[in-house]
């Protein structure tokens, strides 16, 4: 299964939105209602901030969305904090009961 | 839940590497639940190595299927991971996490601290 396809850095100021989307096929993004995304800052462990394409576990700020269209899936930061600096990964369950990351994106705040 | 990942922090090319998750909180064997490992090189993304299911069964990377082995013990609630064949590319954080496949949720949703494994002669 190939690393689903993300762009390697997003940049913005603080207060504004940004979207990083997350590409694979039909055999992975476009097949299931499975995608999470985590966050993970510098020397910490990844964590989770959307399951299911569009869920919030709890605790998670609601500056967090996620989307789906297609074999394509989105997370929106909304009002950018300084906070969100970080790197950013989308994951999806596959048509042979394995999972997959993308290969992480680095948000910046200007 | 909590689940912590164990072994040695370095080993040389060539060796097999085993890594064990001690989990507490969940049972592997309730319907939906899972482990996987997932390993991340410095500087680099996160990559799905393997995971093991509630009725044992084992699912693998395609790419490292060959030299990798998930197994469990449910009784110390534990799940092992070998890598056999490691190679210095494989240096890299190793992390197990918490999988669920059931109504509400689908993924990976608590992870380890992760553990540091240096590959090097």
């Known amino acids: 299964q190939s690393a689903l396809t993300q762009p390697a850095s997003v940049s913005g100021s603080p207060g504004q939105s940004i979207t990083i989307s997350c590409t694979g096929t039909?055999?992975?993004?476009?097949?299931?209602?499975?995608v999470s995304w985590f966050q993970q800052h510098p020397d910490k462990g990844p964590k989770v901030i959307i399951y299911?394409?569009?869920n919030r576990p709890s605790g998670v700020s609601s500056r967090f969305s996620g989307s789906k269209s297609g074999n394509t899936a989105s997370l929106t930061i909304s009002g950018l904090q300084t906070e969100d600096e970080a790197d950013y990964y989308c994951?999806?369950?596959?048509?042979?009961?394995?999972?997959?990351f993308g290969g992480g994106t680095k948000v910046a705040v200007l | 839940v909590t689940l912590r990942e164990s072994g040695p922090a370095s080993v040389k090319p060539t060796q097999t590497l085993t890594l064990t998750c001690t989990f507490s909180?969940?049972?592997?064997?309730?319907?939906?639940?899972?482990v996987s490992w997932i390993r991340q090189p410095p500087g680099k993304a996160l990559e799905w190595l393997a995971h093991?299911?509630?009725?044992?069964?084992?699912y693998y990377t395609t790419s490292l299927k060959t030299r990798l082995t998930i197994s469990r013990d449910t009784s110390k609630n534990q799940v092992v991971l070998t890598m056999a064949n490691m190679d210095p590319v494989d240096t890299g954080t190793y992390y197990c996490?918490?999988?669920?496949?059931?109504?509400?949720?689908?993924?990976?949703?608590?992870w380890g601290p992760g553990t540091t494994v240096t590959v090097s002669s």
């Open positions: 996490a918490r999988t669920k496949t059931d109504f509400y949720y689908h993924g990976m949703d608590v």
């Open positions: 909180g969940f049972s592997l064997t309730t319907g939906g639940m899972s």
């Open positions: 093991i299911d509630w009725d044992g069964d084992q």
């Open positions: 039909s055999r992975d993004i476009g097949g299931y209602e499975y």
């Open positions: 299911d394409v569009s």
């Open positions: 994951a999806s369950f596959t048509s042979i009961n394995t999972w997959v």
